[in-house]
């Protein structure tokens, strides 16, 4: 069964960073894209950022467009996503996600989803 399992989500301070890594394990990790998706509370799951399997194209919501990084060590099977400038909006549970297929960023195109982890940014 295919894994995926979030980790470096906290408490941070308005226009500080966090860097969430997700660990991928039992399946060909750097054979697929992968995504990152979160959820705010009482909000609907938001697409945040993709990364092609090799890493050499990477794409963005308007929302994070800037301050956010997406990143893989395909050698590790590991998954980050660089965030910095956090505002109180970003918070949410950050999943990572497998995508479907090549160049498929929907959330209906997800097979995989982690289990998320809390980022809460708060004064």
């Known amino acids: 069964e295919v894994q995926l399992v979030e980790s470096g989500g906290g408490l941070v301070q308005p226009g500080g960073s966090l860097r969430l890594s997700c660990a991928a394990s039992r399946f060909t990790f750097g054979s697929y894209d992968m995504n990152w998706v979160r959820q705010a509370p009482g909000k609907g799951p938001e697409w945040v950022s993709a990364?092609?399997?090799?890493?050499?194209?990477?794409y963005y919501a308007d929302s994070v467009l800037g301050r956010f990084t997406i990143s893989r060590d395909n050698a590790k099977n590991l998954l980050f996503l660089q965030m910095s400038s956090l505002k109180p909006e970003d918070t949410a549970v950050y999943y990572c996600?497998?995508?479907?297929?090549?160049?498929?960023?929907?959330?209906?195109?997800?097979?995989?989803w982690g289990q998320g982890t809390q980022v809460t940014v708060s004064s």
């Open positions: 990364i092609n399997v090799d890493g050499s194209s990477t």
């Open positions: 996600a497998r995508s479907l297929e090549r160049r498929a960023y929907d959330l209906g195109e997800f097979d995989y």
